[in-house]
């Protein structure tokens, strides 16, 4: 069982940062990957980033790429997403989640159903 928990989200202005965070316990990592995903208001959750704790793998978004940034730290277990030039498109209720790696597969889960542990979700509100 993983258990996780976001911090780091509020009302910021378009153009403006913010770095969302992780904290998971319950499991080591290694063999997990890492992903971030949104639910803007009235619409489905969508991808927005993942990454394998181990190897480093990552996925972004086409809508975020330049712009998000997912890292972890292996000795708070936290993973990060850091938000540069905000739009308001980007507004969402922003989850983490964990999923164990398939290592038979070249590229990290970019998907929500391929993920089974979630967090809370933390709003995210960009204003123009």
């Known amino acids: 069982q993983v258990q996780l928990v976001e911090s780091g989200g509020g009302l910021v202005q378009a153009g403006g940062s913010l770095r969302l965070s992780c904290a998971a316990s319950?499991?080591?990592?290694?063999?997990?990957?890492m992903g971030w995903f949104r639910q803007p208001p009235g619409k489905e959750r969508e991808s927005v980033a993942a990454l394998r704790w181990t190897g480093g793998n990552t996925y972004y978004a086409d809508s975020v790429k330049g712009r998000f940034t997912i890292s972890r730290d292996n000795a708070k277990n936290t993973v990060y997403l850091q938000m540069n030039s905000l739009k308001p498109e980007d507004t969402a209720v922003y989850y983490c989640a964990a999923t164990v790696v398939d290592w038979a597969r070249p590229v990290v889960a970019s998907e929500p159903y391929q993920y089974g542990y979630w967090g809370q979700g933390t709003q995210v509100t960009v204003s123009s």
């Open positions: 319950g499991r080591t990592l290694s063999d997990y990957a």
